[in-house]
């Protein structure tokens, strides 16, 4: 297995919490290979002795994987011959079984590289640099940052990476919203990602001095339990004592969702949107084949505060509405707050335009936040 300890679900090959997968994503682009009865067959195999080794759940592991061999003595998947329709029939087969959204088959054209002997946390270098490149052009998921009417803050976070060079633009973006009166974080189109920048992200909006004790990951592996806090300090100013509202849709997936969640049980802000995804249960990508890999739960997270987590049933929003309009809502909460709070004639009178502005904003499409609207092949 190559893994770190992930929890994401939107984004192809791209993982999430307490760990990195070391592959980099296909695209649903990416042409087709055709597979044979003893290719299937050893995909199966290996398959199986994954979910039985690997998933949190031993009993329900054991199960799945007892399901997947006798689909294939049933010859169930005799007429696929094509590596993607393999993989999307192997994934209906995990989550049908388990409801589990991180259980994940994908599929890519470039040959995987072999599995890494001995060390889990080692990773071919030509992986690194795609993966690197890859998402220095999304720009590490930090898609828009900018100041709304009435100096209200605006992020939009697409993904939270799980590469160190993401952590100067996280803290660039960050500083930049010091001098907003409110903050927005958008993670509507956020399918997830790593705890260690949810960290950093966290850590701006508690006080100086304070450690948060964000969230807890319980690991199959060892029988263990994986603490997770917010650092000691971060460059530049805090965020904390802002308003904050946090946007969410049926599209924020894992490490996203937790994000949501840690902001929610911690009452850090506002959650503003439509209910998440509902996938709490980080793992890492096992090897299956040279194009095809499993995303396989190794854990489950378990918050501090509520001593449960999210798997199954998303995290509910503070404030309920559609997600196309949760940027208008939140927008028009913010001011509204801000309004309440101002101490001269001048701060109101431009507070109220910026409201009715805000007011007048347009929905955003609704296509891009329903649950299926993009194809997932993320983990």
Known sequence: MIRRLALAILVPLALAAPARAQF???SPDDPDTPIDARTRAAVVESLAVAVRDHYVFADRGAALAKD???RLARHEYDRITGSREFADSLLAHLQSTT???????????????????????A??????????ELERVRNFGFERVQ??????????LRSFSGLPQAQATAVAAMNFLANADAVIIDVRRNGGGDPVLLQTILTYLVAPGDRLHINDFYQRAGDRTEQYWTAAQVP???LDGKPLYVLTSGNTGSCAEEFAYDVQTHRLGTLVGATTAGAANPGGLFRLSDHLAAFIATGRAVNPVTKTNWEGVGVKPDVDVPAADALREAHVAALKKLLDAARDDEGRARLGRALELAKATPSDPPDDFTREARRRGGS
Not at 123 to 132: F, I, K, M, V, Y
Not at 149 to 155: E, I, K, S, T, W
């Open 99 to 121: 409801h589990d959204r991180h259980l994940r088959v994908h599929y890519r054209y470039q040959p995987l590289p072999p599995q890494p002997a001995g060390d889990d946390h």
């Open 123 to 132: 990773a071919d270098a030509g992986e690194l640099r795609r993966q690197l």
């Open 68 to 70: 997947l061999r006798q």
């Open 236 to 238: 530049g100013p805090r």
């Open 24 to 26: 980099a994503p296909g």
């Open 147 to 156: 100041r709304l009417a009435g100096n209200v803050g605006y992020l939009d």
